[in-house]
């Protein structure tokens, strides 16, 4: 018996469907496309401290990455969804910030972190909902490294079509000092012994972008990091209808890397938001 293709053929991009939304912050300005596609998006009002989302795509059994050469990234989770690339670019698109680890770099390595990018038959959407919120050219792309290896030549670095911001530790600095760098890029360093916490990483960002809202897209150590600190807002989750499966000892990753919070110190969240496309569900739960 011959096996059928599993990555099921990707679904039109229609309009999502609100199942359920919480009335609260303001309401944007989404371009009339835009708000056709995913409905009204709220967000709270600016305050003294950044905004801070997430964004991943989990399969029906909590994986977010097949850590596998060549399906790394979040399309083969989704069974390449135009839907999620949409919300994805919508979340960029109304972010001051994005942030990624060096996980999620290599598997993208040809990406740049844009609405744009992500999407681009929505890309004049994109622009104008920018436009209407005040926010000028691309966001800041950061990336976190600890260890300062990362290959300048890559697009995000070397394409100048994004500002970017390392954030590395003393070590990590000096490695990367040993390259040139576009005029795009910028390098700081956090003062550190092991682990940057993100508290410091977000002090780093503050310091070159000091926008409101920040959106990080992974990956799920980094994730974890933030969860850990209790300075993540909010979690948009896209739930796709795959079982990924898992061996006993294999690298396939979950939402969050690298921290232990159940039983003794578990994090709870409240859903606030449940829209459907097709058979996927886009989730948001908010973390106060």
């Known amino acids: 018996m011959s096996r059928r293709n599993s990555t099921p053929r990707a679904a039109p991009l229609t309009p ?7 009335k609260g912050g303001r309401v944007l300005p989404l371009p009339a496309r835009l708000a056709r596609l995913y409905g ?3 967000m709270p009002r600016a305050g003294a401290h950044p905004h801070i ?20 990234s979040g399309s083969d989770i989704s069974g390449f969804s135009v839907l999620d690339r ?7 698109a109304i972010a001051d910030v994005v942030i990624i680890g060096t996980g999620t770099l290599e598997a993208d390595r040809h990406h740049v972190w844009t609405a744009e990018e992500i999407f681009p038959d929505l890309a004049d959407e ?9 926010k000028h050219g691309p966001p800041l792309n950061v990336i976190v490294s600890g260890n300062g290896q990362v290959n300048l030549d890559l697009p995000v670095f070397a394409s100048g ?12 600095a000096r490695q990367l000092r040993k390259h040139k760098a576009s005029d795009a890029v910028e390098i700081r360093a956090v003062r550190t012994v092991g682990v940057m916490r993100a508290s410091s990483i977000i002090n780093q960002v503050r310091r070159v972008n000091a926008g409101k809202l920040i959106l990080v897209e992974g990956g799920p150590q980094l994730l974890g990091d933030f969860y850990e600190e209790r300075v993540l807002d909010e979690q948009f989750l896209t739930l796709a209808p795959q079982i990924a499966g898992r061996r006993i000892d294999d690298r396939q990753l979950s939402l969050v890397m690298g921290q232990m919070f159940a039983p003794r110190s578990p994090v709870w969240g409240t859903l606030v938001d449940l829209r459907r496309g097709g058979s996927h569900l886009f989730l948001r739960y908010s973390f106060p």
């Open 161 to 172: 079509k994004v500002p970017v911001l390392i954030v590395t530790t003393t070590a990590g």
């Open 16 to 22: 999502l469907a609100t199942l359920f939304e919480l």
């Open 53 to 72: 989302i997430s964004n991943f795509v989990t399969t029906l059994d909590g994986v977010v990455s097949l850590n596998v050469k060549g399906h790394a």
């Open 86 to 92: 949409m919300v994805m670019g919508l979340l960029r």
């Open 40 to 42: 009204s998006l709220r």
């Open 126 to 134: 994109y622009r104008q909902l920018r436009t209407a919120l005040g």
